[in-house]
């Protein structure tokens, strides 16, 4: 799940249709396309309503839920590149269900090294992202912030406690955060 909402403090969202609107123009950037491609490659066809748009009731700009496809959240996002970046992070949770048979959501570990993967691919963490978030450290930023929202996304899943949500991370980020499918490198 993209669990940090819109950059913009104190910002309401857009409309429902700005968000599709958006949604629309983000199917259309090189990094949706090339993820929409490697599911489809994978076997998991996307539906043209797999990604829509809807006011939430969560503080998180997205998510993924197996079986019904990508949330955005129009009430957290403002702008273009905001969802773009939802789509980006939950294509790559529906990339891993789709890649991984035996993927567990209520699975700490199994939740964590989606959170891992999505938020080193996605481009969550660039340095870009964490200033504008107010996070000011400039070497290693980006495996602290992929830590962090890892286990904050991990720890809304009702099935994972902070400390499960915590050692699961741990117990997976080796492998996980060097898993770079479907780039050949993190992007």
């Keep these: ?34 993820l929409k491609e490697h599911m489809e490659r994978a076997g998991c ?19 993924y839920v197996r079986g019904e496809g990508i949330v955005v959240c129009s009430n957290h996002v403002n702008i273009q590149d905001e969802v773009n970046q939802v789509v980006t992070h939950e294509l790559i949770h529906a990339y891993d269900d ?7 959501w209520k699975n700490c570990a199994h939740h964590a090294c989606s959170e891992i993967r999505a938020g080193h691919l996605s481009g969550d ?20 912030c992929v830590r962090r929202r890892a ?11 902070e400390t499960a949500a915590k050692e ?6 080796d492998v996980c955060y060097n898993d770079t499918k479907p780039f050949d490198r993190a992007p």
């Design 1 to 34: 799940m993209e669990e940090e909402t819109s950059l913009k403090l104190g910002s309401k969202g857009c409309t429902v249709q700005e968000c599709q609107d958006m949604i629309q123009t983000s199917l259309r950037t090189p990094m949706v396309k090339f």
């Design 45 to 63: 066809k996307l539906t043209d309503n797999f990604i829509k748009a809807a006011p939430c009731n969560w503080q998180m700009s997205g998510a």
């Design 151 to 161: 286990i904050k996304s991990v720890t809304a899943n009702p099935y994972c406690s």
């Design 125 to 144: 963490c660039h340095l870009k992202r964490e200033l504008l978030r107010g996070f000011m450290k400039i070497r290693g930023h980006e495996q602290d």
């Design 98 to 104: 789709c890649r991984a048979a035996n993927l567990d």
């Design 168 to 173: 699961a991370m741990e117990a997976v980020w």
